[in-house]
């Protein structure tokens, strides 16, 4: 395979989870592998302002919120005079991020991956500008992710309007935290601040919060979300954002129009989607075209219009998700090597990492029905022993099943750990699990996992336990 003509058999353009993967796998096969990365650090968006430290505000957080609400007293947990120490949970944060990315150059080491630091530009379809170097490659892997969509006449100056990497480091707890956008990043984030004392309030464009996953997850979320306390306005716009010195003024209005209101904050988050990075690459020297939106069409091998050029990751169609990058790395490499990597785009699990999480594997029940009959299942969480004993009773498990074949069609989950038992499903799915498999299925007792083989007997109508 080894081709000389070339300084490599394959260049990555990103170390996100899409690209370092990819090139660590192209690398195990043998490939002459470089990964081209303009950050100080690798491991992209999620590594370095995304998943990582994220969850790690999520759980320092939760703990947080735990030990000074007072909520652990039902357990004769008594703790006085709790306090917060940020700037802590911010060193912890990065000491993970710290950990995780360099644990990725160690890989590239590891792996012989060579690691060229700086933008990387297309001159040809083998060849891309880096750092003032031509490199030239007999397969090229565009990886290059994702950034926050802007929101016109809005401006991000990370100080009071921020993007979700600003607010992953505010450096004090705000009072009043505008999130604009009642999907993933707002959630999440929003979660964060509420649990270290912000008042939160929400404005999601749309009649429901969290686009995308099952009508029912959306209802029950919205409804934990303001018992918690977060104010959630939806079918509401925001129509403009002024900043004066430390505190911003955001005006609203009822999306189908009405009065308006505005909205005094001392932080405001955009967190309304992202859109790929491709500005910079040059795809105008090989004839690349982005789609509509923006992303580069590839066909189910990631191979790109463009021959020896291929595509992963946020920077495509699909779910913008780490794992999701992460898998089509793994595939694009094996077909650069002649293998055959094959990514099953319809069973790709979604996790919402609040609490409860919300969690979600193939398609919709709106999205079911609509594509003929169907069975549903559902279990409470309330009558699940594990989550009684530990006093997490919020959320359901619903099973959707194919009403001829008994074939798992979706599995939605609102549960304290619904992003660990939505693997299950996952599972289930991959295999062509019909209800009854996981009917069947021995689940151990007392486990959250329980609800699932509950919700999967629901599907022909016998459940135990509710
Ligand atoms: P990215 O991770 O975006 O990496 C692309 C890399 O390419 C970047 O480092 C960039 O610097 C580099 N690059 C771009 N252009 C060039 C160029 N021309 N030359 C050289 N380098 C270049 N997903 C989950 O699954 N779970 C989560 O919990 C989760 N949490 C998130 C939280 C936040 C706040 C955000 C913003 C995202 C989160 N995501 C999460 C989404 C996840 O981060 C992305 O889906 C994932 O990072 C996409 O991987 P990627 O490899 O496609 O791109
Ligand atoms: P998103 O697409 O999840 O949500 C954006 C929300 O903003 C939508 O509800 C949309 O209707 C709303 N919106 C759009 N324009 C608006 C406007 N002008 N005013 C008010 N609301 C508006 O995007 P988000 O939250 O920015 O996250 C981006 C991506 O990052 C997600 O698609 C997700 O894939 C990924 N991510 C994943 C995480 C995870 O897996 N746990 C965590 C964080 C991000």
């Given at each position: 395979m080894a081709d000389e003509t070339y300084d490599y058999d394959v260049l990555v353009i990103g170390s996100g989870p899409g690209g370092y993967v990819a090139a660590i796998r192209a690398a195990q096969l043998g490939l002459r592998t470089a990964c081209a990365e303009s950050r100080e650090t690798l491991g992209g968006t999620c590594l370095n302002v995304g998943c990582i430290p994220s969850k790690a505000l999520l759980h320092a957080s939760e703990i947080f919120e735990e030990a000074s609400s007072g909520h652990l007293a039902k357990f004769g947990i008594e703790i006085q005079g709790?306090?917060?120490?940020l700037d802590q949970m911010h060193a912890e944060k990065a000491k993970a991020v710290k950990e995780l990315t360099g644990g990725i150059e160690f890989l590239f080491k590891k792996n012989k991956v060579t690691w060229l630091k700086g933008r990387a530009a297309f001159k040809d379809a083998h060849s891309v500008e880096v750092a003032g170097q031509t490199v030239t490659a007999k397969n090229i892997v565009i990886a290059t992710g994702s950034s926050v969509t802007p929101l016109p006449g809005v401006e991000i100056d990370q100080q009071v309007v921020v993007d979700s990497t600003g607010a992953l480091a505010l450096p004090k707890v705000p009072e009043h935290l505008v999130v604009i956008g009642g999907g993933v990043i707002g959630l999440e984030l929003g979660s964060v601040w509420r649990r270290l004392g912000a008042r939160v309030t929400v404005v999601e464009?749309?009649?429901?919060?969290?686009?995308?996953?099952?009508g029912e997850v959306r209802k029950e979320s919205a409804k934990l979300f303001k018992k918690q306390g977060m104010e959630l306005k939806t079918g509401t716009k925001v129509t403009g954002v002024t900043v004066e010195g430390a505190r911003a003024s955001v005006s609203v209005e009822p999306a189908a129009g009405g009065a308006a209101e505005t909205l005094d904050a001392d932080a405001v988050l955009v967190a309304i989607g992202r859109k790929p990075?491709?500005?910079?690459?040059?795809l105008a020297a090989i004839g690349l075209e982005p789609n509509a939106r923006g992303q580069i069409a590839t066909d189910h091998s990631f191979r790109?219009?463009?021959?020896g050029v291929w595509a992963i990751g946020d920077c495509i169609p699909g779910l913008m998700l780490a794992h999701k990058a992460e898998d089509e790395g793994v595939a694009v490499a094996e077909n650069i090597a002649g293998q055959t990597g094959i990514v099953n785009e319809d069973v790709i699990p979604s996790v919402v990492y609040t609490m409860p999480e919300i969690a979600g594997v193939g398609m919709t029940e709106e999205a079911a029905r609509e594509k003929g009959d169907v069975k549903v299942g559902k279990f409470p969480m309330v009558a699940n022993s594990r989550a009684k004993t530990n006093r997490d009773t919020d959320g359901f498990v619903k099973v959707i099943a194919d009403a001829k074949s008994d074939r798992v069609l979706g599995v939605w989950i609102v549960a304290s750990l619904a992003g660990t038992m939505i693997a299950e499903a996952a599972i289930a799915m991959e295999f062509g699990a019909t209800s009854e498999d996981i009917a069947y299925t021995c689940h151990a007792h007392?486990?959250?996992?329980e609800a699932m083989k509950e919700a999967a007997m629901a599907v022909t109508g016998k459940p135990i336990h509710v």
């Amino acid at each position: 395979m080894a081709d000389e003509t070339y300084d490599y058999d394959v260049l990555v353009i990103g170390s996100g989870p899409g690209g370092y993967v990819a090139a660590i796998r192209a690398a195990q096969l043998g490939l002459r592998t470089a990964c081209a990365e303009s950050r100080e650090t690798l491991g992209g968006t999620c590594l370095n302002v995304g998943c990582i430290p994220s969850k790690a505000l999520l759980h320092a957080s939760e703990i947080f919120e735990e030990a000074s609400s007072g909520h652990l007293a039902k357990f004769g947990i008594e703790i006085q005079g709790a306090t917060l120490n940020l700037d802590q949970m911010h060193a912890e944060k990065a000491k993970a991020v710290k950990e995780l990315t360099g644990g990725i150059e160690f890989l590239f080491k590891k792996n012989k991956v060579t690691w060229l630091k700086g933008r990387a530009a297309f001159k040809d379809a083998h060849s891309v500008e880096v750092a003032g170097q031509t490199v030239t490659a007999k397969n090229i892997v565009i990886a290059t992710g994702s950034s926050v969509t802007p929101l016109p006449g809005v401006e991000i100056d990370q100080q009071v309007v921020v993007d979700s990497t600003g607010a992953l480091a505010l450096p004090k707890v705000p009072e009043h935290l505008v999130v604009i956008g009642g999907g993933v990043i707002g959630l999440e984030l929003g979660s964060v601040w509420r649990r270290l004392g912000a008042r939160v309030t929400v404005v999601e464009y749309l009649d429901q919060i969290l686009p995308g996953f099952d009508g029912e997850v959306r209802k029950e979320s919205a409804k934990l979300f303001k018992k918690q306390g977060m104010e959630l306005k939806t079918g509401t716009k925001v129509t403009g954002v002024t900043v004066e010195g430390a505190r911003a003024s955001v005006s609203v209005e009822p999306a189908a129009g009405g009065a308006a209101e505005t909205l005094d904050a001392d932080a405001v988050l955009v967190a309304i989607g992202r859109k790929p990075n491709l500005d910079g690459l040059n795809l105008a020297a090989i004839g690349l075209e982005p789609n509509a939106r923006g992303q580069i069409a590839t066909d189910h091998s990631f191979r790109t219009a463009v021959d020896g050029v291929w595509a992963i990751g946020d920077c495509i169609p699909g779910l913008m998700l780490a794992h999701k990058a992460e898998d089509e790395g793994v595939a694009v490499a094996e077909n650069i090597a002649g293998q055959t990597g094959i990514v099953n785009e319809d069973v790709i699990p979604s996790v919402v990492y609040t609490m409860p999480e919300i969690a979600g594997v193939g398609m919709t029940e709106e999205a079911a029905r609509e594509k003929g009959d169907v069975k549903v299942g559902k279990f409470p969480m309330v009558a699940n022993s594990r989550a009684k004993t530990n006093r997490d009773t919020d959320g359901f498990v619903k099973v959707i099943a194919d009403a001829k074949s008994d074939r798992v069609l979706g599995v939605w989950i609102v549960a304290s750990l619904a992003g660990t038992m939505i693997a299950e499903a996952a599972i289930a799915m991959e295999f062509g699990a019909t209800s009854e498999d996981i009917a069947y299925t021995c689940h151990a007792h007392p486990t959250h996992a329980e609800a699932m083989k509950e919700a999967a007997m629901a599907v022909t109508g016998k459940p135990i336990h509710v």
